[in-house]
């Protein structure tokens, strides 16, 4: 098993571009989410997916949109890209969203120049 | 909202030495789960010990153990006989509902 596959691994953008960050998971896990981490900080959350036809809102939400494709497939896009979202980007997943501990993927690193 | 505190921006430790990492919580909830993750300069996050709310006796993972103090919103992380290999951020992290919260972190480096 994979486990939880996050790409690209490396992206930079202009301010005002848009991209979509793709996430998967071969865990059958019903959960996933979306973090950032910021230097200095814990990772915070973005969106989160409970299963599957289901997202919702995390601690900072402003300037993200979630898709959750199916089962294995979380993606994160940013429709206009700014400076304050530079950041080391991570999916997650876990079994459920209540109880169980979340496995997460390698991180994308973000600049927005 | 919930939020978790690490008092301890760094600390250090000697190999084969006992150290503990410190994290205290605030919510009004009653049933959660705290966990400890570790974040080594691979940045991968990996999960070190969970506990669950509800349980009165603390987790213990090997060389990995907790103080949990529910009264007083405590969730520290002892590792015993450290380890080289334990060099790495450490996060604490409290979960509602799906709703992760993490710490600022610890940034620990056992030193030989």
């Given at each position: 098993n994979a486990g939880v596959t996050q790409t690209p691994k490396f992206q930079v953008l202009k301010t005002g571009q848009s991209m979509t960050l793709q996430c998967a998971q071969d865990m059958n896990h019903n959960s996933m989410y979306w973090y950032r981490q910021d230097p200095g900080m814990g990772l915070r959350l973005i969106y989160y997916s409970a299963s599957e036809g289901t997202t919702d809102k995390g601690e900072v939400p402003n300037g993200y949109n979630v898709s959750?494709?199916?089962?294995r497939e979380f993606s994160l896009r940013l429709e206009s890209a700014a400076p304050s979202q530079t950041s080391v980007y991570f999916c997650a997943s876990s079994v459920r969203d209540r109880v169980d501990e979340q496995y997460f993927g390698p991180g994308t690193r973000l600049t927005v120049t | 909202a919930q939020t978790v505190t690490q008092s301890q921006p760094e600390m250090s430790v000697q190999e084969a030495e006992t150290v503990t990492l410190s994290c205290t919580y605030d919510t009004s909830e009653s049933n959660y789960y705290l966990f400890w993750y570790k974040q080594p300069p691979s940045r991968q996050m990996i999960l070190v010990i969970r506990q669950e709310a509800y349980k009165q006796q603390n987790a213990t993972e090997n060389r990995f153990s907790v103080n949990f103090q529910k009264a007083a919103k405590s969730f520290s992380l002892k590792i015993s006989d450290s380890q080289l290999g334990d060099t790495a951020m450490y996060f604490c992290a409290f979960m509602k509902r799906g709703d992760m919260r993490f710490g600022a972190g610890t940034r620990l480096t056992v030193k030989p």
């Open positions: 959750r494709l199916n089962k | -």
